[in-house]
């Protein structure tokens, strides 16, 4: 069986250039499913990585009890201090905590691409802002300076928003505010914000309650002991969350949006080119059904003729998920885009195209290559010999 399925598959082969035109079919319907899937998927795959990259397992986020994101919540100072005098907090030289209590807020900034209007995130930070989060460092400029109207910006914000080179200034709030410094922190979420002094940001805004307490803890284990002082303490109500699953939760909806629409829309381009393999394998199929009636009548089983034609759309749609995968690496990967995310302002993140995503389009293109080419395969092998021997 193994020789006649060796004989008929190279004969297949042998004459797969006279069938090249009806070939391409395959190919390209293919191509296009698994670039388009591919791409939405990579959407996915990089705002998952931009959020989660904004993460450490030493860190911990605190919000006001029921708060799922930061702009709902509300901290005062009392609170504040409280938290970052909680048991597990790392200290720095000085013995102080090495803890930020955290003023968010909007502004609207023009994006480069289309000059609308889209809500960036303006983080108030405290003095230990950078001691918390080492992964940030500047790329351009000094550190803004405390009680002055001074910015440092993100390197991914930079590159989508208008008005935040170095040294410009920009209106808001009444007022006027000088971007002193670039920073980069890793492609994460916080490369996307303005980060300026906390105090500030709050006076210019006439707050005096803060979004958020982010603490360095002594070590990962330490989040326990951590979380119990906060969640025990009469005093407070408050919810306290590894970074990590704070972003996870983050970036949950908004995948499950992209994610969704990347099966929809590649499943219904799927089908058509499901449709698409049928026709051109049915077509293929009866060009060679004398040859196919010639072989088994000589001897040659159904079964081998079967597995012959189901390799030759396999191969086909291997060649086509490999040129749709190149062609969404190529013209997609490391792409840089904006979205807007949970707390109602823009994320900047790059399209991530990963061997898990290529892996699916392959897997996608498989599977169309066989049910595509299981019912020619089929008819292949039950025509009744005499009946295609007399075919023209």
């Not at 042998?14 to 296009?32: E, F, H, K, N």
Request: glycine letters at 8%.
């Amino acid at each position: 069986m193994i020789k006649q399925i060796v004989a008929v598959t190279s004969m297949n082969l042998r004459s797969l250039p006279q069938r090249l035109s009806t070939a391409w079919v395959i190919v390209i319907g293919i191509a296009v499913t698994v670039a388009v899937m591919v791409s939405v998927l990579a959407m996915a795959a990089g705002f998952q990585r931009t959020l989660k990259g904004t993460a450490r397992a030493d860190r911990a986020i605190v919000l006001r009890a029921g708060s799922q994101a930061e702009l709902e919540s509300t901290i005062d100072r009392q609170d504040a201090q409280t938290i970052m005098d909680a048991p597990g907090v790392r200290k720095d030289e000085a013995g102080r905590p090495i803890a930020s209590a955290d003023a968010v807020v909007i502004v609207a900034l023009p994006q480069k691409k289309d000059n609308a209007d889209a809500n960036v995130t303006l983080r108030g930070v405290g003095p230990n802002a950078m001691k918390l989060r080492p992964e940030m460092h500047l790329i351009a400029g000094r550190m803004f300076r405390p009680a002055v109207r001074e910015l440092i910006v993100g390197k991914s914000a930079l590159a989508q928003f208008k008005g935040l080179e170095l040294g410009s200034h920009i209106a808001f709030r009444n007022s006027e505010w000088t971007v002193v410094g670039i920073f980069e922190s890793g492609g994460d979420a916080h490369e996307s914000e303005l980060q300026g002094d906390v105090e500030t940001v709050l006076s210019a805004y006439r707050r005096n309650g803060f979004q958020s307490v982010t603490a360095m803890l002594d070590s990962a284990a330490a989040f326990d002991r951590f979380k119990g002082a906060l969640t025990t303490d009469p005093s407070l109500k408050v919810g306290v969350q590894r970074e990590a699953d704070y972003y996870a939760v983050q970036s949950r909806n908004l995948s499950k949006l992209l994610n969704l629409l990347a099966y929809f829309v590649g499943g219904i381009m799927a089908l058509g080119a499901c449709f698409g393999a049928l026709n051109t394998m049915y077509t293929a199929v009866s060009t060679r059904i004398r040859e196919i009636a010639t072989l088994r009548a000589i001897g040659f089983g159904g079964t081998p003729i079967v597995i012959s034609v189901l390799i030759e759309s396999l191969l086909l749609a291997i060649v086509g998920s490999v040129i749709g995968s190149v062609a969404a690496w190529a013209f997609f990967d490391g792409n840089t885009v904006n979205t807007l995310g949970a707390g109602f302002s823009q994320v900047v993140f790059h399209l991530t195209v990963t061997a898990s995503l290529l892996v699916s389009g392959v897997f996608v293109a498989c599977t169309i290559g066989m049910l595509g080419g299981l019912l020619p395969a089929i008819r292949a092998a039950r025509q009744p010999i005499a009946t295609a021997l007399r075919a023209s």
